[in-house]
């Protein structure tokens, strides 16, 4: 992305220096490397681009079985009730709870284990932490949902019984159907998840680093926490900065998968709908396809708004992701 | 290096055992299930089991290998992740290989339309109308072709591609060989690290997919085990399982007592979990080449 400009350029040192009438003709002649990138184009427009120009429902009053250009044009319509819908606050509050919690905690945790296995020098025990660590990234949120409502659970669940033990508490709590712990159990299990598999990318890029850096750290008499501080965080930060970006751009991507899960009792409904969640529900369970789309749209727009003012602040620190 | 200061000492010591608290949490609700799956139900009932069955059995497995229910979602889920997977890796990586060319005609062009469905997208109404339309409702394709591109995962393949030598590549052309031949007979076997990591991502997504099959298959023997477990651990009915059982399962059950429907479900989480968990550890030193740093920005 980066060196798009780049590319460019060379293109159009390339097309100055070949004559333009012979561009069919390079075609043809290339027409077995053109082969290998077409049918992957072509499938690219039927399920990207088809679906974009599909967004024009949520300007019209879509009926089944019309085409996009014989429904009714209602302009914003679905915006304005959308707007004015008893269940917009809950839902947009819920999306930027959530969303804002996992970036709070899910981001910086895979940093902090990568800086913690860098320390450890028994290769032995580092790759069982990081194969034991892995391991929930392989499951299923269904599968990762039954475990945690058993783990959760009211007779016999390991947690209510570890908390007995500890009389922390008299009798078991039933966390799975009350409101107040769902935030908490969303972002513990989400960190769980990921903490170790996310912890790829920033050990590879602390192997990266100049030994070099280290030794003369350490000889001028550096901590090891100081080493942390001075070397390795500063030399891993714009791998940082790139995954900030995108995370910010995910930021109205509350998730769905783990929600619809966890929140599969009605009862949850006012800390658990967000936006992905309440398009499923009124788009696909209720049939209001122009509804749900004019909300989708909305989320669209705004996550690549979001996107882009992270890039413009993030390239000023010259690390941008384009 | 030799030389450990009490302060980096106790910051070693602070960073393992944080390390194998972190191990043990993220190991132990897995391996609990393992347990309760191999323990007598009844007497899982009485609570208390942690780390080792207290009364072993294979009893649950037996139930869940006599459900053909089951088993026909198990069927859906290995064929789903053999072809979806082979197919999707085949078609990207020969689409990564034309891209990662630089004498292809429209290279940029064709980049731009691949980096706005990155960040773009029509959503989920408008897909879903798309495949309705397509006839993919009720059709195992549905699995299959929606996904046989990744750009990701083009992605990934073309960084790694363009690292290749130059050579190797100049000296087939020199034979006479093809843009084709090249990458099946020089690049694809040079490859084997980038494709088991991307194969076996790709595996795992297909392997745990379960919403898709939620909103474009009504047809009961289409669904996908994760989809059918998701059924039968949410569907807020204890005994969703057990009652839509067949005969031969019922027989079994009958037969053993003291299954209860707790320990059938875990016993079926298992058996949806464990191979992809017997797997990963092998490829695991293979992970990094399938992590987009380098990718993401060149």
């Not at chain 2, 053993?256 to 797997?279: D, E, F, G, W």
Request: net charge positive.
């Amino acid at each position: 992305m980066a060196n798009a400009s780049a590319d460019v350029n060379a293109a159009r040192a390339a097309s100055r220096d070949v004559p333009k009438k012979n561009a069919l003709q390079r075609f043809i002649r290339q027409l077995d490397l053109q082969m290998m990138v077409l049918p992957a184009l072509a499938l690219i427009f039927v399920f990207s681009y088809i679906p974009m120009y599909g967004l024009l429902i949520a300007f019209q009053d879509y009926k089944m079985g019309a085409d996009l250009v014989g429904n009714n044009w209602v302009g914003l319509k679905h915006f304005k009730y959308f707007i004015n819908a008893p269940e917009f606050n809950t839902v947009v509050r819920n999306t930027l709870i959530i969303s804002s919690l996992k970036l709070l905690f899910t981001f910086p945790a895979p940093i902090l284990l990568a800086l913690m296995l860098n320390e450890i020098r028994k290769m032995f025990f580092k790759r069982i932490i990081q194969t034991l660590t892995y391991l929930p990234h392989f499951l299923s949120w269904v599968v990762i949902g039954g475990m945690v409502t058993s783990m959760l659970a009211v007779d016999n669940g390991s947690i209510n019984m570890f908390l007995e033990k500890l009389n922390f508490i008299d009798k078991p709590i039933n966390f799975m159907s009350l409101p107040e712990y769902f935030w908490g159990i969303l972002v513990t299990t989400n960190v769980w998840k990921e903490i170790g598999f996310s912890s790829i990318i920033y050990l590879a890029a602390i192997a990266g680093i100049d030994p070099h850096l280290y030794e003369a750290a350490s000889m001028d008499g550096a901590s090891r926490f100081k080493q942390i501080y001075m070397i390795t965080i500063p030399c891993m930060m714009p791998v940082i900065i790139i995954f900030g970006i995108l995370a910010i751009g995910n930021l109205l991507n509350a998730g769905f998968e783990d929600i619809l899960i966890f929140a599969s009792n009605p009862a949850l409904r006012s800390v658990s709908d967000s936006l992905d969640v309440y398009v499923v529900r009124v788009g696909i369970d209720n049939y209001r396809y122009s509804y749900a789309t004019a909300i989708g749209l909305t989320k669209a727009v705004l996550s690549v708004t979001l996107l882009t003012i992270a890039n413009l602040i993030a390239r000023r620190s010259g690390n941008s992701l384009w | 290096m030799t030389h450990y200061s009490f302060s980096d000492r106790f910051l070693v010591g602070f960073i393992y055992i944080f390390l194998i608290l972190l191990a043990f949490t993220s190991f132990y609700p897995f391996w609990n299930s393992i347990v309760v799956s191999l323990n007598e139900g009844m007497d899982t009932a009485k609570g208390g089991i942690t780390f080792w069955p207290r009364s072993f059995t294979w009893d649950n497995y037996k139930v869940v290998f006599e459900d053909s229910r089951l088993i026909q979602g198990f069927m859906v889920t290995i064929s789903r992740t053999v072809v979806g997977t082979i197919t999707s890796i085949l078609f990207t990586a020969i689409f990564a290989y034309g891209m990662s060319r630089r004498e292809l005609m429209g290279r940029n062009f064709y980049m731009l339309v691949c980096v706005i469905t990155m960040y773009f997208g029509g959503g989920l109404i408008p897909t879903y109308l798309l495949i309705r339309d397509l006839g993919l409702f009720n059709s195992f394709w549905v699995f299959i072709i929606p996904s046989l591109v990744s750009v990701w995962n083009m992605i990934i393949f073309r960084t790694f591609f363009r690292e290749l030598p130059q050579g190797l590549e100049e000296s087939a052309k020199i034979d006479g060989t093809g843009h084709w031949g090249t990458f099946f007979r020089i690049v694809l076997p040079l490859s084997g690290p980038v494709v088991a990591t991307l194969a076996l991502f790709t595996a795992v997504a297909h392997w745990n997919e379960w919403f898709i099959a939620s909103i474009y298959i009504m047809n009961e023997k289409l669904l996908p085990i994760q989809t059918i477990l998701r059924q039968i651990l949410f569907s807020n009915i204890a005994t969703e399982q057990m009652s839509n059982m067949d005969a031969g399962a019922i027989a079994r059950m009958n037969e053993v007592k003291t299954v209860t429907s707790k320990s059938l479900t875990t016993a079926t989480m298992m058996v949806a979990t464990l191979p992809i968990i017997c797997i990963y550890p092998f490829l695991q030193r293979f992970f990094v080449k399938g992590v987009l740093v380098g990718s993401l920005k060149e």
